[in-house]
């Protein structure tokens, strides 16, 4: 995904006089986002089991708590798409991904042609998957805008802007503060069945059957808080709500807790990983395995070996850290970026080198993830350098 202008970065927030709004005082930016790791939750005098130590106790469903600004909510949807406006989705086209629960299948129906799909560039921002945290700023009407905590952008120090359908998000206490603290299962599958155990009650969108590639959920420990060995069947989870579900442990890689840190993976292993997408279709803005855009692609292969990196394409060349590579010292696995013309400042475009060559990418809405020669991609010579992620044995 192509980070936008400085100039055009954030939709404007004007309200109508018509229109209900409740907003916060922004916050100034800054060059990076912290992790969800580093999110503070709201006060609140009423003491959480989590908070207490019991990360074993299945999570009771929380009382209705009100989606206001200032709030720390939880998306429970498989994956809310994050717009620029209230007014961006189209209807009868993008009505599948504003529905709760909703239908990523139907969505990539409907979204059938190139000049359906290509049409999505100036409406999204990003996606928030399954449980993600959101900082919620403004609520106008069925909208919320807010940041996804955790997707890193110069845009916004807590994270990424944009505005999500209400009836997407929860506040639980409970479950945000799990997040933070209780080791948590990172789904490696693309897809994963979730199988609920306990239904969130009340206001909840109902859980979805399946979630996606780089979704991470609380696990439930044992009662004397050992998580789920490796040659166990199952791994249970809290949900957004409440509820209780279980995933398959060979669908899952268990991330440590609190103060707790976690391997990386090799170029190989996340070249393998990238390759299970070869042929899937290109989606703006995507982030799963329902459709990537360049740059969600990459960071969900990073992420789901340990390695955390920006949201967008430009951040992830110059505000990610990493060392930068020369043309002629690639190596598999490493990131090439591709700019707006010849020699432009502005970075339009992210693959990841698999060497003799070749890159692996997600390159266009017209387009599905493939392997392919660099030189016959970058016909117009928009090579723009190179980053080298931290491999494991590197």
């Known amino acids: 995904m192509t980070t936008q202008p400085a100039e055009t970065a954030q939709p404007s927030a004007t309200t109508h006089p018509s229109e209900t709004t409740q907003t916060a005082e922004p916050s100034q930016p800054t060059a990076t ?32 708590a009100p989606l206001v600004p200032g709030t720390q909510a939880v998306v429970a949807v498989a994956v809310s798409t994050v717009w620029v406006s209230p007014d961006a989705p189209r209807p009868g086209i993008d009505d599948p991904a504003l ?7 139907a969505w990539n129906t409907k979204l059938c042609d190139d000049e359906t799909r290509g049409a999505l560039l100036p409406l ?28 890193g952008t110069t845009r916004d120090a807590r994270g990424y802007p944009g505005w999500l359908p209400a009836r997407h998000l929860v506040v639980d206490r409970e479950f945000a503060h799990r997040v933070r603290m209780a080791p948590r299962a990172l789904v490696t599958a693309p897809l994963a069945e979730l199988a609920v155990e306990t239904a969130p009650r009340g206001a909840v969108p109902a ?3 399946r979630i996606g590639f780089t979704t991470m959920l609380p696990v439930i420990a044992d009662d004397d808080g050992r998580v789920p060995a490796e040659d166990e069947a199952t791994v249970r989870v809290a949900l957004p709500g409440g509820g209780v579900a279980a995933l398959r442990r060979d669908d899952v890689l268990l991330r440590c807790g609190a103060g707790e840190h976690y391997g990386t993976g090799s170029a190989e292993e996340v070249i393998a990983d990238g390759e299970r997408y070869l042929g899937l279709q290109y989606l703006w803005a995507g982030m799963t395995a329902w459709g990537f ?6 960071r969900a292969i990073l992420l789901a070996h340990g390695i955390e990196i920006a949201r967008d394409a430009g951040d992830q060349l110059r505000a990610s850290g990493l060392p930068f590579v020369e043309r002629e010292d690639l190596r598999r696995g490493d990131l090439v970026f591709f700019s707006n013309g010849p020699g432009a400042e502005s970075i339009r475009h992210v693959a990841m080198w698999i060497g003799d060559g070749r890159i692996l990418h997600s390159p266009n809405f017209r387009r599905t993830v493939v392997e392919e020669s660099l030189e016959e991609y970058d016909v117009h010579g928009e090579y723009a350098g190179a980053v080298r992620p931290p491999y494991a044995g590197a």
């Open 293 to 298: 855009d360049c740059s969600g692609f990459v």
């Open 33 to 64: 986002a912290p992790s969800a790791d580093a999110t503070t939750l709201p006060a609140d005098e009423t003491p959480l089991p989590s908070e207490q130590g019991d990360l074993s106790a299945a999570p009771e469903p929380q009382r209705a």
């Open 207 to 209: 859980p979805p059957a």
């Open 124 to 151: 999204l921002e990003t996606q928030a998957l399954y449980g993600a945290l959101v900082q919620v700023d403004e609520v106008r009407g069925d909208w919320v805008r807010g940041v996804v905590l955790g997707q």
């Open 99 to 105: 529905t709760a629960p909703v239908d990523p299948d």
